[in-house]
């Protein structure tokens, strides 16, 4: 019998996402490269809240257009819009606390290096 070398499915540096399920089920991300953040937290929202959020944040589209294109009065678009807001804002603030203590490289420029 073969032994299995890696029992573990995730690589060490991705403990947290053994401890915190509920946010970091998905696609493996660096919580330490903000747009790859930012994509997690958008594609984490419904697809109604996602799809309103890209339209209007992304392509730039009026509430009006939105509205019309999705079969929406202008008021739910705003209203879904607004707490998609509010939940990607929530998940980046979640990440940014909960987030692993980034390794930082040693500074090359220390001179505290015995010779």
């Not at 607004?82 to 500074?107: F, G």
Request: glycine share 2%; proline share 7%.
């Amino acid at each position: 019998m073969t032994l299995l070398r890696n029992l573990w499915p995730l690589s060490p540096s991705q403990w947290w996402r053994w401890r915190y399920p509920d946010l970091w089920r998905g696609r493996a991300f660096d919580p330490h490269n903000v747009q790859q953040v930012m994509s997690y937290a958008v594609m984490r929202l419904p697809v109604e809240r996602r799809d309103v959020f890209l339209l209007n944040a992304v392509q730039a589209l009026d509430y009006s257009f939105i509205a019309r294109h999705m079969g929406l009065s202008a008021d739910e678009v705003q209203a879904l819009f607004a707490r998609a807001l509010v939940e990607v804002s929530r998940t980046v603030d979640l990440i940014e606390r909960r987030r692993p203590a980034s390794r930082s490289l040693p500074n090359p420029e220390r001179s505290d290096v015995r010779r």
